[in-house]
């Protein structure tokens, strides 16, 4: 346990230490859509009856924030250890797989949630946001970042380089983001592109999240946990294996 | 007795390059075991497998009795690795890094012992500086405090004094040399044979993957060399015939004679005088390990091609 809680601890005094550049910065450029949006849509676009553009949308944008830096966090430190060389300390220490999955996951998480959080107390200053059932959204956003942090941690260990790591953020998780109704919801898109939306899983997450703020949803929230927790196992099912195997890590 | 480290059979191939062939190896608890070879012979392969950081095709690992795949929360314990590469993680100080791995093996509050270790390895005045801070020589330092947090009663250090000044090396094999005498056993490998030939007890050389010697050091010296020898610049260079039965060698003005004993020196000195040949230059020559290394690295080549 002592290793584990060792592991989680400098996982997260990783990130904390830099934390203008993997707390602030993230917050700052998510305010930043928000700006943009809010000024430019809200008197065009109405999502949901008596909801306003920018209060859609604010759900969205953290459930992004918290998407995009629960994967920076388990990839970047994997993939910069690997590099640098010293995560042979953690590969000769007796530290099982299932601890080393574990560790680099809840840091991911506690990542994803702080900057997460950071954006939406900031919002709240402005906009009066309502947050009708707090469980569904807090379920979510664990489970979403927990989901990412386990990519994050196969893409680590996958890449070999920073560049292939930046492929894999850039060609699978931002399109899968950005077409997963961060901006818009289900019921706006053409009929063919509704279909193609719910083969996105991250889609199912940000429906469920938004469930929690507004009690309303494209599609039925036990729906969208269920595959939220089917698509947590496989991805973490993966990941574990890549650890045990040694791929990547051990030659 | 148990052995410290067991290797039996153990194979590894990257690709078609066979980097390991058949290696079978015993290094008994207590001892100070050299691993030589040159570059590209297999060791940091041999370590790395032996560590668990790579994985071999073939064969089997065991350190104090635990194998190094099936067992390895235990090997790993008993085990601690000085890489050669000069890794470090840049986000943390020193004291960070030694306490952050004391709680990889799972040890808690292990203050007391980093602070030893810190104060044997001379880093005192560096504990609380950053890793990234560090000059290339205290990070070696770092390293070896990394290896030791859990007192690991078999130590491997991969080159520990590679591009290392001359004070450090004193500072370190002081420090490894008491822990060998606590009772840890150590394993070493360096280019610096005079090193290896100081410390160690017993050596194995390793060349294209395979075990080549496995000795005591005194075996592999006395047998693997022509044992001591007196080199000669000779005026007339021309060995009178009494001494052509002692010649090793005679090449470039230098005649090599070999010696049984120092009392035949006063034989080559009178045969000399006697044949009115004059003494230029004189140099006793003992054996060492770098003797033996060339040798066996000679023959070696001989032998492949």
């Known amino acids: ?251 | 007795m148990l052995p410290a480290i067991e290797v039996k059979q153990v194979c590894k191939r990257y690709g078609s390059l066979r980097a390991l062939t058949d290696i079978d190896l015993e290094i008994h608890t207590g001892e100070f075991f050299a691993l030589l070879g040159p570059n590209g012979a297999g060791k940091t392969t041999l370590i790395s497998i032996i560590a668990g950081l790579s994985l071999a095709n073939s064969g089997s690992v065991k350190v104090m009795g635990h194998n190094v795949i099936t067992q390895y929360p235990q090997a790993r314990l008993n085990l601690g690795v000085v890489p050669q590469e000069l890794v470090y993680d840049p986000f943390f100080t020193v004291r960070e890094v030694l306490l952050i791995q004391s709680g990889y093996y799972g040890i808690k509050g292990n203050t007391r012992w980093v602070d030893e270790i810190i104060e044997r390895l001379d880093l005192t005045d560096k504990a609380d500086a950053n890793m990234r801070a560090l000059s290339g020589g205290m990070k070696r330092r770092v390293l070896v405090a990394q290896a030791l947090v859990h007192k690991p009663p078999v130590i491997i250090l991969d080159e520990p004094t590679a591009g290392v000044d001359v004070e450090l090396r004193q500072t370190l094999w002081d420090f490894i040399k008491q822990l060998n005498q606590d009772g840890h056993t150590v394993v070493l490998t360096t280019h610096y044979l005079e090193e290896a030939e100081t410390l160690c007890n017993r050596v194995a050389m390793l060349k294209d993957g395979k075990i080549i010697a496995l000795d005591s050091m005194q075996n592999l010296i006395g047998k693997m060399t022509s044992g001591n020898s007196v080199r000669l610049r000779l005026s007339p260079d021309c060995l009178p015939s009494a001494l052509h039965e002692l010649q090793i060698s005679h090449d470039g003005g230098i005649c090599e004679l070999r010696i049984e004993n120092y009392a035949q020196i006063e034989f080559i000195l009178t045969t000399l005088r006697s044949e009115n040949v004059q003494i230029l230059e004189m140099h006793l020559q003992q054996p060492d390990l770098e003797d033996v290394f060339v040798n066996l690295m000679r023959n070696g080549r001989k032998q492949a091609k």
């Open chain 1, 1 to 251: 346990m002592t290793g584990f809680l060792t592991l989680l601890y400098k996982e997260l005094l990783r990130f904390w230490k830099v934390g203008f550049q993997t707390i602030m910065a993230p917050m700052v450029s998510t305010l930043l859509y928000l700006l943009i949006f809010f000024h430019v849509l809200e008197a065009h676009v109405e999502v949901y009856p008596d909801v306003a553009y920018t209060i859609f949308l604010i759900p969205g944008l953290v459930m992004m924030a918290v998407i995009q830096n629960a994967f920076a966090n388990s990839s970047s430190s994997i993939i910069q250890s690997k590099i640098s060389g010293n995560i042979v300390f953690i590969l000769l220490s007796p530290l099982s797989y299932h601890a080393i999955f574990l560790a680099y996951i809840l840091a991911a998480i506690a990542r994803g949630l702080l900057v997460g959080l950071g954006v939406y107390l900031v919002t709240l200053l402005f906009f009066d946001i309502p947050l009708q059932l707090p469980g569904w959204a807090l379920l979510f956003v664990i489970l979403g970042s927990a989901i990412l942090g386990a990519l994050g941690l196969i893409a680590g260990i996958w890449a070999d380089k920073f560049d292939q790591l930046a492929a894999f953020q850039n060609f699978i998780i931002m399109p899968l983001t950005f077409l997963s109704g961060v901006f818009y919801t289900l019921h706006s898109l053409p009929t063919g592109w509704q279909y193609a939306s719910h083969l996105n899983p991250f889609f199912y997450m940000i429906d469920g999240f938004r469930y929690g703020f507004f009690g309303v949803s494209d599609i039925s929230p036990y729906i969208s946990l269920a595959i939220v927790a089917l698509c947590l196992i496989a991805i973490s099912m993966l990941a574990i294996r890549m650890l045990k195997s040694g791929y990547k890590l051990r030659h």
